[in-house]
């Protein structure tokens, strides 16, 4: 079923029915799924998941189960859907009447029909040119960009909630959908800051407590909180030199490729009092009294060495008593899982592990998810690292360049889409902050990854300039679509993502001729 408004009555109607879910493969969409999935099991609801990683899985599901699928939409709603004669238009017949037909016609009044004629065509040239107008002015949104709005999963939240059937699991799934909006940088600070003060009263109202219930929570029990938290990578599951070593924000901040930037790594641990025995050993393991105002101090150093929003507003949940993860820990657990590159069984075995590790009871689940984040993390430093320090980022005019090749340690790992688009975020901030060139600053990045070696394939993925004023639009989609037709470049544009395309490796060099031409 596809859900165009987030209504009651919508509901009503696919409760009625045995319901479809095509699931895509990111951490929104699967919190989005275990929403709707816990509405179902309220209402008794039978329906089939169908995880799709892209269109072409999408389209294989929408043919086996077609019978299932509807749309739902009613008369009256106003869905801004642009009229049929707004964008498609038939072609005219404007051939000149022949000369047969005109035989024997009075020279005054060939004369007046040639006129006529030249009056007719004249209008008909303006209203071709202002509906052409017209029409591009529609379609800009559509094609110029690809623009991610609101969170599937806080779509998903609000429709439970108008329903009256929110539960606190509900909400964390929703915070967490969010957390990966933010985490991608698919929507812009101030949409993530606004959409976290509309769950922070959501979180108060579900997780309210009197004082005298404060030691009475059954070790089961479930609480999630708002707080004010350090930007910082899976710190509190790990090592805090780790984190701090393998978090885009700071190694990017600290330059921590160069011999200079581990000496600055060095000189911030100094100033804020840490031994290097403590925040080289696990967080669980460092000394209480410097974790009671280990953010406070950590705060006041980033402050002078540079990183001045080193703290971020979030969430965390509290499984019992020894259970903490912030709303980024299940994110990069969640991702690490759905693109875990070891086989483990058939292909939606990645994608039932990331699904069930959302859930409290599958801790075991979760933690494996950690384990490889961390590893992902690694690997992402890792080779930010190696393209900074061999000058692998190359500018080619209107957008920066980098390309991995085969043999490059972790490629594999990039042959991912998730795993290559924060690759590839993470390579442009740390560029960003190591280039001393001003226009490089403001230019967007291509990132290439091998695929398929034995297919000679290539992944590659378009993203926008590092600028603070970024709104995330993304206008990559359409241009590689045009470098391609203009090519005949062998593409497939398989992903929901349009700015991530497959690319055969001999056609690399002309679709990248293709794109300097089209955008400088």
């Known amino acids: 079923m596809f859900i165009s408004d987030c209504r009651r009555e919508f509901y009503d109607v696919i409760v009625s029915q045995r319901v479809l879910l095509l699931v895509a493969s990111d951490v929104d969409a699967l919190c989005a799924c275990k929403i709707l999935q816990a509405l179902f099991q309220c209402d008794h609801v039978q329906y089939t998941l169908v995880p799709v990683s892209g269109w072409q899985e999408l389209e294989t599901a929408f043919l086996e189960h077609k019978d299932q699928i509807k749309l739902l ?32 016609s009075e ?29 591009r002015e529609i379609l800009f949104d559509y094609e110029q960009y690809e623009y991610h709005g ?36 698919k929507i812009t600070q101030m949409k993530y800051v606004t959409d976290i003060g509309i769950l922070q009263r959501h979180v108060s109202r579900h997780n309210h407590r009197n004082e005298d219930e404060e030691n009475s929570l059954s ?22 030199y780790e984190s701090l070593c393998n978090t885009s924000y700071t190694s990017a901040s ?4 160069s011999v200079q ?3 600055r790594l060095h000189e911030f641990l100094a100033d804020m009092g840490l031994p290097l025995k403590q925040v080289k050993q696990k967080f669980n393991s460092m000394d209480v ?14 402050n002078k060495f540079g990183m001045k929003d080193l703290r971020v507003q979030t969430f965390s949940i509290h499984f019992g008593f020894k259970n903490k993860f912030s709303a980024s820990d299940i994110v990069y657990a969640t991702a690490s899982l759905m693109e875990n590159i070891e086989k483990e069984g058939p292909e939606t075995t990645n994608f039932i592990k990331a699904l069930d590790s959302l859930s409290r009871g599958n801790l075991d689940k979760l933690h494996q998810g950690l384990a490889l984040a961390k590893k992902q993390l690694r690997a992402i430093q890792q080779t930010v690292a190696s393209c900074i320090c061999t000058n692998l980022v190359i500018s080619q005019g209107p957008f920066l360049y980098c390309s991995l090749m085969e043999g490059t340690p972790d490629v594999k790992l990039f042959s991912k889409p998730v795993s290559l688009c924060l690759l590839s975020k993470y390579l442009l901030k740390s560029f960003v902050c190591s280039t001393k060139n001003k226009r490089c600053k403001l230019l967007p990045l291509i990132m290439a990854a091998p695929m398929d070696v034995e297919q000679g394939t290539v992944i590659m993925v378009g993203i926008p300039p590092e600028t603070e ?41 002309k679709f990248l001729d293709a794109l300097i031409s089209l955008l400088s």
Not at 254 to 257: D, E, R, V
């Open 73 to 104: 939409v009613k008369q009256d709603d106003d869905l801004g859907v642009p009229a049929y004669d707004d964008i498609f238009r038939d072609d005219e017949d404007e051939e000149e009447d022949s000369e047969d037909e005109s035989e024997g």
């Open 261 to 263: 930037g581990q000496k």
């Open 469 to 509: 004023s970024s709104d995330k639009k993304n206008f990559f989609g359409r241009a590689f679509e045009k470098a391609a037709d203009s090519t005949n470049s062998r593409t497939l544009h398989n992903h929901f993502d349009m700015s991530i395309i497959e690319l055969k490796t001999e056609d690399r060099s």
């Open 254 to 257: 600290l330059k921590l490729w």
């Open 107 to 135: 020279p005054s009044e060939k004369r007046r029909r040639f006129e006529e004629d030249i009056i007719e065509r004249t209008m008909k040239r303006r209203q071709r040119r202002e509906w052409e107008a017209r029409r």
């Open 289 to 302: 009294s410097l974790k009671e105002n280990l953010r406070e101090m950590i705060e006041e150093s980033a």
């Open 219 to 240: 070790i089961d029990c479930m609480r999630i909180a708002f707080e004010y938290d350090l930007r910082l990578a899976l710190y509190q599951h790990w090592s805090l």
């Open 150 to 185: 609101t969170s599937s999963a806080m779509v998903m939240f609000d429709l439970a909630w108008i329903m009256s059937k929110d539960l606190n699991d509900m909400l964390w799934w929703a915070i967490v959908g969010l957390t990966d909006q933010w985490i991608q940088d």
